[in-house]
Each structure stands twice: as C-alpha cells, then as structure tokens.
DNA sequence: CTCGATCACTTAACAGGTTAAGTAAATTAT
DNA sequence: ATAATTTACTTAACCTGTTAAGTGATCGAG
C-alpha cells in the first residue's frame, strides 16, 4: 500500500526530468518555466502524488505538529470537545497538525505509558489536559524529553491555562445574598477529580461567612464512597431537602444539568414553581436549560481555553521554549430565568445550617 | 529548539561508536552486548534523546498513524468524544498515532480546503466523520490520493460504519402501541443535518401506519426556517401540545435531553406526574436523566461506532485497502422508569392527527 | 563575433534513521 | 597450530524531499 505511494522521482522518472526539477516545479520556483510547471502537475495529479512530510521534516527539523496529551477520557475533564475545538481553530490558522494521545477510557494515572508516548510521538509541543493539582511525574518526563508544553485546565503559574472557579463561585453568592437570598444551598454531586470541586465551594463559603451565615453544602463523601450518586439518590436528596421546612431558596451547584436539575424536579414535584420560587445557578460551558427552562449558568469559556493554550504553546514554540505567565479565565454568569430574588419579599435572618450526605 | 534535538549521532559521538551501534543498541539486536547497550541506554537518557519518527516513516514508508478528518465539529455530529475515546482504544492497542483534522467551529461544506490536508497529512488512513448522505465529492479526493478511509457515520455499503435509526424507531414505536398507548407524538426540535433526522421520523411512522394510525410528528421547518428552536420555544410548543384536549399518552423524539425535557417540563407543570401519566422516549449516547428522572433512552453505542471504524481501517490497511462490508450498529433501549403504559388503562381508538408547527 | 548573463535544468550533499554487507579481533573446533 | 566461527562492531547504501552549487545552451549587448 504505502510501499507503492507516489514520490517525487517517479514523476521525475514519467517526464524525463530530474526529481529536483519536479521538487522546485511544484513549489513554483523562478527558474522553472510555466510549461514545466504544469507538465509537473498533470504529472502529479495523474499519479496521485502526496508529499510526504515526514521527509520534509527531516530536514527541516520541525515536525509541524503538537500533540494534546490526555491523562484521562476528555468526556471527564469538564473541558472536551469544545476546548479541542478551540486548539483546532487556532492550528489551522498556522497549518498545524494536531496528534491526539491514544488515552482511551480509563483515567492514566499510570504514567509508566508516558515515555513512549512522549518519546515518540514527534511532535513540536504538547498541550497537557491533566485534572490534579500536581503534575510533578508528567512535568519531570516532559522536561526530560525536551518538550514545550503547556498545561490545560491544570493550575500551574507559568505555562498553564485554567478556569478562575473561586470568584465567580463567591461573587454569584454574594449576588444571590444582595437579592435577598440568605438559605443558599451549595450542591455536589459528581465525582469530578479536580481542584475546581475545592474552589467553587471555597467561594460560595467565603461568600457566606463574609455574610455571617453558616455555609450549607451538601456533597457526596470523598474519597470514601464511590464519589458518584445515581440518579435517583441525587433525585432523593434534593427532594428530602426541598421539602423540609427550611428549604432553601437558591441552589447553586458544582455542576451542570446532572447537579442542578435535580432540584428543579424535587421542586416541581411540591408544587412550587420555577421559575419564581427558587433560585437555581449551575455550570456548564454553554447556556444551561432544562426543558425548556434557562437555568442561570456559570458559563465555562471551553473553547477560549482551547484557542489560549494553542496560543500560548505556539509564542512558546517561537520563544525558544521560554516560560509564558499563566492564563487566567473567568466564569461568565448567564442569568437565564432561574436567577430570581427569593419569592417571599421577607429576608429572614439566617437559619442555614451545614449538612454532609 | 527543534535543531538542538538530540540524534544518534550525538550519543554515537559521545561514546566514540558510531550511529548504526547506537541504533542497534537501543533496539536490543542480538550483536550488540548488554555492556554497550546499557552504556548507550545511559547515555541517550542523559542527552534526552527521542528517536525522529520521521525519520523512521520514510524508511518503512509507514507514517504509524491515522487521521481523523471531521466535516464539522464533532460537539455537532451526534458522536463526538466517546467516538474518539473508542478510536483512541484500538490505536492505542496497535500503537498508532492519531491525528486530527484542524476543523473547528463552522461545517466544512468546503471541500475546496481537503485537498492539502488530504495532500500533507501523512497518515496511513482516513476515518471520516461526515453526516449528510452523498460525500461524493470527498470520496472523489479520497480515492484521488489513494488513502484507504472508512466512513464513519455516514451510510454506505462498503467502508462505513453507521447506526440503525429506523428499526429501532419502529420497534420502539411498536412496543408502545402494544403497552396501549395510540397517541404517541413525535418530536424533533434540531437542526440535525444527518440522515438519521428522516429514518428515525420514518421508523416511527411505519409503526403507526402498520397500526393505521396517523402519525403525529412535530418538526421545525427544514430547510426554510433556521431549523432550530430556541429553549423557550421548545418548552411552548410542548406545553401548546400537552395542554390541548387530546394530548399524546407517548412522546418520542428524535433527540436527547433538549427534545425530550421540555414535554417532562409541560407535563409536570400541568399537574402531570412523570413517570406514571406519561410516557418519554428520547435518544442519547448514554441513559437520559432529568433530574434524577431516569427517562427511557434509545442509547447510541458511541463508543463502539468508534471502535468498529477504527478495526475496520486497520483491517483495510493489511488488506491493502480491499473494500469491507459496512457495519450497521443497532439503538438499544434502556427504559428507565418512563417506559410506561397509558395511565387510563383504556385504549381509545386513533384520534391522532398530524401537525407540523 | 565574442563575452557575459540568463534560462532550464542537473549533480551533489544532506537530514536521521534502518538494513545489508563487510571486517578485525577474539574464541572455538579440529 | 591453523581453520572456522563468533563477537562486536564499522562502512555503505537507502528512504524522500530540500538546498546549494554547478553546467550546457540560448540570448542579448558591444
């Protein structure tokens, strides 16, 4: 198959001509005359010629290529899809290649695989998706390698784009107490292995007690348990919170539609309406709805990550490989219908309590 | 940077042997020592040494990698990332690279830019993702560049690995007339440009009519319209159906959570309990939840659409790029708890009609 | 009519690895 | 003790495309 692709020469051979003639030909250099050009062509295209990059990077030295390397499925990282698309935009705009890691269900945490892979691979750069704080192994094995990279949604000072969780989390609280709000509810539900699951809650904590209420959160145990709630038990919880007599007027949760709508429901399901008599904000890197609902989000800007990590990655590409400050993004609050001041106009003075489940 | 990578030479030089030993060594060939393997070993570690795949391509004239070129972005595509994730699996086991097409947000209807990336690639094969019906024009330039490729979502007798929308959809429908339901609407609210937007509509109306009802579908206009409705719509039009004299006992529709949560959200909020009043069937690459409601779910096998393309390219490339029969991946259902009969337990004859808003 | 310039190429060398073929020294067989 | 073999390498050639340095033929200028 590959054995019998089209090289330069065997045009040279079909023309009568040398393979440097058809080199030069096909790049339009000055010395070769129009005639020859478009012979070298028709030649080419007849016998389905493609220039093999390998051999270009060769002697070029640069593979025109950077890998994205995941430490697990990208479906977990809170990030995915749309972040890869941000990389893609600005590749294509410096006609880059991009080479994915082969990482496929299971989180690696095993970098015993790493060296190979960054041995490798052959590429310029790499952009690093990696969950956990500390990236002390994988930072050693890139550096050994001689590799720039950048580090994607991971915190790091230098050389690393990641989402600011913590401000946003305590500002939309404030926000919500500056309604009215004072039984606000902070909820978790997902097994999200990331520094973003200390943050927002740190925020919305911060913001209650700079308040002088108590923080309310509710989260499944870590890392004991299973760290995953199913659906039902996340319906149960919610509902067996609704209907207390203290329940709370505002929801806001670690996460998207999984963590958030679940409250909706329980809510529906006691009658009460929404929107109108509870406050729901959840994240998710676009608009949250449900049903129909806008649900007030914290908008995760996924493919800004995307196109800042490409950047920086490329400025350091140029530079040498020269360290870059990190790049810090925020959350964006998207109202939606769900982000309403507390239906009954009385701020009742805080009676919020903190439970674990 | 890149000219300062480390060769065989360097650790050759530095040893005072030359290249070929080094090369040997590293590849444990029976000639050469343990002694002297370890020595080169040591020193390739120290000088950070990564072999040049390019280098190595142009010899075996293997390039060790396939790319996956995407017409669109893949958040688009109704597969996306646990596609990849099952691409990813299978590389991973045959030790090949991946590499990925720099399309980003908008749909690549211009064909005019494939054929450089087709050109330049250097990769052993092609999975293309691409959703309308007639890739003729890109099967064109495939063949022109003699690159084995397997379709990927896109039907096909040869080469593609697509899914079955229209039994799944007729059986689904069958199983819900059988359980006594007869107004059983169907709903669609994308703008999906994908071949299973008609099959799966058609699926559902050859049970109906086998059962001689009416079909009853709700669709936006294609192509007229913008072909998508926004959040409040979708939830009005349900709420429009699902307060009307006759509302549907049974709702199935063509997509996931945006299709099927706005008739949950109708249904709640007239006083309808779900599940038990009426019944939902949406479609998801995974079990659909609202809320910790478990809505029944005809679940797309994802991940294995991606593994079966990936097996099938590598079984083209040892065949040299023989034609493969196509593998057609079924829907499965998950009924979840709103896979439900009618709550009158009477049957009343068709009065379904059909409207298109 | 000759000299220099321009044209349209070709030859040579190179990049980093792989593979085949060759070689000197050490070891074993006879 | 000498021939045959094994060991541990080296040299040469090759893969494909790029780049620099020729080269012979044609052309224009003086």
Known sequence: MQSMATTLRDI????????????????????????????????????????NSSARSIRSGKFSAIGVLQAQNLAFTGLGI?????????????????VMSPVADSRLTDTSAMPRLLREWSVDGLLVFYNEN?????????????????????????????????????EVTKRLLSMGHSRILYASSSRAYHYSRADRRAGYEAAMSEA??????????????????????RLARARVVMSGPRRPTAVVTYGGSDDIEPFLI????????????????????????????ELATLCVPTMDVGRNAARMLLKKLDDDGAETPSVVLPLTLFTGS?????????????DAFRTVI
């Open 12 to 51: 040279a051979n079909k023309l009568g001509v040398s393979h440097v003639t058809v080199s030069y030909a096909l790049r339009n250099h000055y010395s070769i005359p129009e005639r020859t050009r478009e012979r070298v062509r028709m030649a080419a295209l007849e016998l389905g010629y493609r220039p």
């Open 82 to 98: 749309w972040t890869i698309a941000g990389i893609q935009e600005v590749l294509m705009e410096h006609d880059l290649r991009m």
């Open 134 to 170: 500390a990236p002390a192994e994988m930072s050693r094995l890139i550096d050994q390698y001689r590799l720039p990279a950048v580090w994607v949604n991971t915190r790091a000072s230098k050389d690393a784009v990641y989402i600011d969780d913590y401000e946003p989390f305590k």
């Open 212 to 233: 002088g209420l108590l923080p309310w959160v509710l989260e499944p145990e870590f890392p004991s348990g299973s760290g995953l709630l199913l659906p039902q038990e």
């Open 266 to 293: 329980a809510a529906m399901q006691l009658g009460m309406k929404v929107p109108g008599d509870l406050a729901l904000v959840g994240v998710d890197d676009g608009k949250l709805d449900a049903g129909g609902i």
């Open 338 to 350: 769900t982000f309403t001041p507390p239906a009954t106009g009385k701020n009742e003075f805080s």
